[in-house]
Nanobody
Framework: QVQLVESGGGLVQAGGSLRLSCATSGRTFSGSAMAWFRQAPGKERELVAAISSNSISTYYADSVKGRFTLSRGFAENTVFLQMNSLKPEDTAVYYC?????????????????????WGQGTRVTVSS
């Protein structure tokens, strides 16, 4: 059974930092493109950051560029989202997602439809 499990969310003051983790199991995602999305109350789920299957290409939404960093763990079955200089507008449920294919590629996928596997989400609340 494929599972993506996010952790690391919580309540933080504006300007603070959090590190989200996404642990995968049930199959290897080390060769898959991965991404972090977020969904704020009353809003559409939006892409925050994405990484290619070869871990060379990355994408960041303009709203988080320079503040958030997506990376893979050493074993590459875990991905992280380091979030610095958090703002109240970063408040949302954050979801980890995995692309279904595992071939070597520089492609970064920016649409929700590209990802077949999703975690349950971890809530991030940034107070002002």
């Amino acid at each position: 059974q494929v599972q993506l499990v996010e952790s690391g969310g919580g309540l933080v003051q504006a300007g603070g930092s959090l590190r989200l983790s996404c642990a995968t199991s049930g199959r290897t995602f080390s060769g898959s493109a991965m991404a972090w999305f977020r969904q704020a109350p009353g809003k559409e789920r939006e892409l925050v950051a994405a990484i290619s299957s070869n871990s060379i290409s990355t994408y960041y939404a303009d709203s988080v560029k320079g503040r958030f960093t997506l990376s893979r763990g050493f074993a590459e079955n875990t991905v992280f989202l380091q979030m610095n200089s958090l703002k109240p507008e970063d408040t949302a449920v954050y979801y980890c997602a995995a692309h279904p294919t595992t071939y070597y590629s520089y492609s970064v996928y920016t649409t929700r439809e590209a990802y077949d596997y999703w975690g349950q989400g971890t809530r991030v609340t940034v107070s002002s």
